[in-house]
């Protein structure tokens, strides 16, 4: 089992404060897990609080930050975190188009199946 440690983020911007409009955000890496089709879309990393910030394609898709020990939570519960050793920075804009939902909502918000 590989660990994720914060010396694999290091080469990210750090956390400014600033909040770009989404579209315009940076995303520099990405992190998947194959078993789940989750995909995690990071564009900075604060090495002190080892949190990362980015976008999220899971349940939801959402803006988030996260933790490396969120992240290290998930590969020790048995699921294979991967990085996308073709993954190019692009704004987000750029690369919305390309990310598919995993799951669809009714109106209701109940999931539904893809």
Request: aromatic share 18%.
């Given at each position: 089992?590989?660990?994720?440690n ?28 194959a ?17 990362l ?21 998930i ?13 190019q ?5 750029e690369l919305?188009?390309t990310i598919k939902?995993?799951i ?5 918000g ?5």
């Open positions: 089992m590989n660990l994720l914060k010396e694999q983020f290091n080469n990210l911007p750090k956390s400014q404060g600033d909040y770009l409009p989404e579209e315009e955000t940076v995303i520099h890496t990405a992190l998947y897990i078993e789940s089709g989750w995909t995690f879309y990071i564009a900075e990393f604060d090495s002190e609080k080892e949190e910030f980015g976008f999220v394609n899971g349940l939801e898709q959402e803006w988030r930050y996260y933790t490396l020990y969120e992240l290290n939570e590969i020790e519960g048995g699921w294979q975190m991967v990085f996308d050793t073709y993954f920075p692009q704004k987000f804009s919305k188009p939902p995993l669809e909502r009714d109106s209701e109940n999931m539904i199946d893809i």
